[in-house]
């Protein structure tokens, strides 16, 4: 029996930052989709809470995407014990929230007009987040030090879920144009893949 469960639709989106981080902690979970159709009642019946959920043997749940991984990265050695390392990788978390705001509207929008407008400030916001990160990284360190952080897996679930995923769909040609832009975070992205090798390499395809 998993220790925990994650709750979320069958896509990648905000928990996948916190499955790779169960994934590469070795921990004991499970991953349970929830489909579209069933979600209005399944959320009635949690009260009116969002996905994801997390759920441990007991029954206790908790929400909140960012607030989860804070929660297991302080748990499973992902969240630096140093004050100031702890404030720079929140506030990269931060910074990042914006982008899945954002992206989550537009495989659900079905005006043609609208979704080109979604994607077009998509991709500004894209490359406003990498403008601002891409002089903070070290070359051959993670985002806050030597070892894997919640912003590592943070922006390691964005590269490996929209730029270096072969089935994503959502501005593909205009994230992998953009990419030559950002040497640094391409890098990143590089090492995080290789890190979460056995776990990328093992998870279903999804577009995003």
């Known amino acids: 029996m998993a220790d925990l469960k994650i709750y979320y639709f069958p896509i990648y989106g905000r928990a996948e930052a916190t499955v790779q981080?169960?994934?590469?902690?070795?921990?004991?979970?499970?991953?349970?989709?929830?489909?579209?159709?069933?979600w209005p009642a399944k959320k009635a019946e949690w009260g009116g809470?969002?996905?994801?959920?997390?759920?441990?043997?007991?029954?206790?749940?908790?929400?909140?995407?960012?607030?989860?991984i804070r929660f297991l990265g302080s748990m499973h050695g992902y969240y630096p014990a140093d004050p100031l390392a702890a404030y720079k990788n929140d506030?990269?978390?931060?910074?990042?929230?914006?982008?899945?705001?954002?992206?989550?509207?537009?495989?659900?929008?079905?005006?043609?007009?609208?979704?080109a407008e979604l994607c077009k400030k998509f991709?500004?916001?894209?490359?406003?987040?990498?403008?601002?990160?891409?002089?903070?990284?070290?070359?051959?360190?993670?985002?806050?030090?030597?070892?894997?952080?919640?912003?590592?897996?943070?922006?390691?679930?964005f590269y490996t879920n929209m730029c270096a995923n072969p089935n994503?769909?959502?501005?593909?040609?205009?994230?992998?144009?953009?990419?030559?832009?950002?040497?640094?975070?391409?890098?990143?992205g590089k090492c995080f893949a290789k890190e979460n090798a056995a776990y990328l390499e093992s998870r279903p395809p999804c577009p995003f």
């Open 21 to 38: 981080l169960l994934a590469h902690s070795k921990c004991n979970y499970e991953k349970v989709p929830i489909e579209t159709k069933d």
């Open 168 to 188: 994503a769909v959502i501005c593909k040609g205009e994230l992998e144009a953009c990419m030559t832009k950002y040497p640094k975070f391409c890098e990143f």
């Open 123 to 157: 991709m500004e916001l894209v490359m406003k987040t990498l403008d601002f990160l891409e002089p903070m990284i070290t070359p051959g360190k993670w985002l806050t030090g030597d070892k894997l952080c919640t912003a590592d897996f943070t922006f390691g679930n």
């Open 91 to 115: 506030m990269l978390v931060d910074t990042f929230s914006p982008l899945y705001d954002l992206l989550g509207q537009i495989p659900f929008c079905e005006d043609a007009d609208k979704k």
């Open 49 to 68: 809470c969002g996905l994801p959920q997390l759920e441990f043997k007991d029954g206790t749940r908790m929400g909140e995407a960012s607030s989860m």
